[in-house]
């Protein structure tokens, strides 16, 4: 991709309304534009930060032997009724009545819904275990919607559901999720916490979160720095509250939840009569997990945890592009040449890059590679004409130098990017 063709208006300054630094760049490099109060357009690099994350969780849900599935965004409220959840959280519910006369809503999360798939297909034991996932969008009449992506109207979540035939199957489905979660989020580049947490309206009595170490977290726990102990902070604790496992010290620590799983048991099975027959003829009902992440408020997520006063840093499997490359000086043909060499020897190789043939000012082209994050930068400039060098720049350590002479700029921007 050219930048001079490139869909990108970054802006120096942060719009007054945004409270937390992951808004106010993710508008500022041109991820995303508000269309209203919790309602966001991706514009081409949000796009692609939000596929590259999407990718790494098929990865890894594939990894476990999730199935992937699309499930319908509009969904019946009578269904809700049955699980007794249309009137618990028909607050946030976007609900409507259509020209026919059904009662529907727009689905805030789908249990209800694979469920009901589940019950229509599943007969008997031999079809048990399975996993499925899916990548959908959610809607959320949230009374105050703020800090962007992180608390929204309309937002992209990742839920996967387990159907096991009994408790050790469950159990075993869990930990897998568990251990995918771990690898999810460490390849996003976060920072995490694991702690046990209360079900609340999903149900069932096991259930951990995911949170990523926030100021502006809505979200408190109290954590252990000794033995990395984590859990909610409740009204009743104190802040030298001592960890039951050591004695250690708490720290009462503001977090953005990116992940929750829980074991749901048979609380949607029994009320939506989803059963199998066992070896032996007799019906059970299915047992289900439920695991779920919140893809879109993952980018915000990463952001906090990835920036600097420049801009975003964003790790490397997340990026939108691998690479920037940044001729300095637009009127100069042997830099325009190279850099175009370059750009073109990337490409042949796959190599996600975008090449900034703008005639603007070197500064310019550096604070913009700087505040969009890009993982690596190529710096093509006097060098190349003095010595035959080049210059790369991590953007996670971008005063850190890196001479590459042109003959062997690309297997350099490989070992970097690969390693």
């Known amino acids: 991709m050219l930048w001079s063709k490139a869909f990108i208006a970054t802006s120096k300054e942060s719009a ?7 808004h106010q760049l993710i508008l500022r490099a041109s991820l995303m534009r508000m269309l209203m109060a919790g309602v966001y357009s991706y514009l081409p690099l949000g796009l692609r930060v939000l596929n590259n994350i999407e990718s790494i969780i098929r990865q890894e849900m594939n990894k476990c032997g999730a199935q992937e599935v699309f499930l319908p965004a509009l969904q019946p409220q009578e269904l809700w009724s049955k699980t007794g959840r249309l009137d618990v959280i028909g607050d946030v519910m976007i609900k409507f009545t259509d020209r026919r006369g059904r009662k529907v809503c727009l689905g805030p999360t789908h249990e209800e819904i694979i469920t009901d ?129 050591c004695q250690g010290a708490f720290k009462k620590t503001n977090t953005i939840e990116v992940g929750h799983i829980f074991q749901l048991g048979t609380k949607y099975t029994k009320s939506l009569e989803a059963n199998f027959l066992d070896d032996k003829g007799e019906s059970h009902s299915i047992i289900m997990g439920c695991y779920g992440i919140g893809v879109s408020r993952l980018i915000s997520a990463v952001i906090e945890c990835n920036h600097d006063k420049d801009g975003i840093i964003w790790p490397e499997e997340v990026s939108p592009y691998k690479v920037v490359i940044i001729p300095t000086e637009a009127s100069d ?73 042109k003959e062997a700029v690309i297997e350099q921007i490989k070992r970097l990017i690969n390693g």
């Open 117 to 245: 798939l589940v019950r229509a297909q599943v007969a008997s034991y031999k079809q048990l275990p399975f996993i499925l996932y899916q990548i959908q969008t959610k809607f959320r009449d949230e009374v105050r919607p703020r800090f962007g992506p992180i608390r929204a109207c309309e937002f992209i979540m990742k839920d996967a559901y387990s159907f096991d035939r009994d408790q050790a199957g469950l159990a075993k489905a869990y930990d897998s999720m568990f251990q995918a979660y771990n690898r999810i989020f460490t390849r996003c580049g976060l920072d995490f916490l694991t702690t046990e947490a209360d079900s609340g309206v999903m149900g069932g009595n096991i259930s951990h979160e995911f949170m990523v170490p926030s100021q502006m977290g809505e979200d408190v726990v109290l954590h252990c720095e000794k033995c990395g102990y984590t859990r909610g902070f409740k009204e009743a604790d104190t802040e030298n509250s001592a960890c039951p496992k």
């Open 16 to 22: 007054e309304t945004t409270e937390s630094i992951s």
């Open 333 to 405: 043909g042997a830099i325009m040449s190279e850099a175009a060499r370059i750009y073109e020897a990337l490409t042949q190789e796959d190599i996600e890059v975008i090449l900034d043939d703008r005639d603007e000012r070197a500064g310019v082209k550096f604070k913009d590679a700087d505040l969009t994050g890009i993982y690596l930068q190529v710096v093509v400039g006097r060098d190349l004409v003095k010595s035959g060098e080049l210059e790369l720049r991590l953007r996670k350590d971008k005063s850190n130098k890196i001479m590459a002479k």
